[in-house]
DNA sequence: CCCTGATTCGC
DNA sequence: GCGAATCAGG
């Protein structure tokens, strides 16, 4: 594979969005996410959000890239679907009547835990990254939660939850258990 | 151990 | 220019 112009233009929205260069190699194909990363410093948008602590060895720290360049410096939208809490109640109370184990897309509080930045595709997800579904497939904007879970294990430590506990458990653990 | 980005250097 | 190997950190 070769960096042709829509690859780098890809790159460039990925990479502003906040993915990680991981997930920018799984959405490109073809390239591993080192070849991501010689890319994005090559283009000279390298720095996002990095404190500089300690560069590796004891070599120069030349980092002070003037960034100018960057101008698509795109806000990130908060909250995709911003919906009523009491939406969690009912699909809870399914829930508790029968264990699910194809959990339904539940929108509002995931959204939330879910940083633009983690968004998982089908592409990014590994046998150690939660499968729990957001939004409408049908949509753009779907994505899968992505946050780490144990190998195995579909969900990570919060959709677990929602997925096998009853809704009373499921409220008190939901501000403890992020992810 | 999993992950992240940063840097170097042979190609 | 490219990216694997490596480094440093979370």
Redesign the pocket.
Known sequence: ???TSERVDLLKKLWSDGL????IAAELGG?????V??????LGL???A?AP?????S?????SAPTQDNTAVEEAPSAPTPSAPQSIGATALKAEAAPVAAPEPEAQPVAELVPIAKRATILTL?E?TCKWPIGDPTKEDFYFCGHPSNPGVPYCAYHCRVAYQPASDRRRDKSAANG
Not at 20 to 23: E, L, P, T, V, Y
Not at 37 to 42: A, E, L, P, Q
Not at 59 to 63: D, G, L, M, Q
Request: hydrophobic share 30%; charged share 30%; aromatic share 2%.
């Open positions: 594979m070769s960096w990680s260069a991981s997930q390239v591993t996410r080192n070849a990363i010689g890319k994005v410093h090559r390298s720095g996002r990095k602590s300690s560069a590796q060895k070599r120069k720290v030349a980092k590994t150690r």
